[in-house]
Nanobody, 131 residues
Framework: QVRLVESGGGSVQSGGSLRLSCAAS????????MGWFRQAPGKEREGLAF????????SYTDSVKGRFTISRVNAKSTLYLQMNSLKPEDTAMYYC????????????????????????WGQGTQVTVSS
């Protein structure tokens, strides 16, 4: 059984940086995809960044592209999210999640962005960005 624990959240001023970590226990090496999500008060949970099994192919939602970088180190069973140029609108609870089963988009292996397609979730870490 996979268990995920996020860390690294905190309070930072606008323009600052944070690095989130997601420590995984259990069989995560074979997870098809891992991803970072966030949920702000009163809003739906949204997918931010996703990476494949080998940590080679990643994708991002437009709002964080160019500012956030996802990485995965299977040897350490850890997923990271480097967040730069943070904005007040980035304030939210951040979650990591895994999807064990393969996913294909147009016949090509891919990582989905929909929260419903991820099966295991961590408890979250709070990120607060002040202006």
């Amino acid at each position: 059984q996979v268990r995920l624990v996020e860390s690294g959240g905190g309070s930072v001023q606008s323009g600052g940086s944070l690095r989130l970590s997601c420590a995984a226990s259990g069989n995560t090496v074979s997870a098809h995809c891992m991803g970072w999500f966030r949920q702000a008060p009163g809003k739906e949970r949204e997918g931010l960044a996703f990476v494949d099994r080998d940590g080679v192919t990643s994708s991002y939602t437009d709002s964080v592209k160019g500012r956030f970088t996802i990485s995965r180190v299977n040897a350490k069973s850890t997923l990271y999210l480097q967040m730069n140029s943070l904005k007040p609108e980035d304030t939210a609870m951040y979650y990591c999640a895994t999807r064990l089963a393969p996913y294909y988009l147009g016949g090509v292996s891919a990582c989905p962005s929909m929260t419903s397609l991820y099966t295991t979730w961590g408890q979250g870490t709070q990120v607060t960005v002040s202006s």
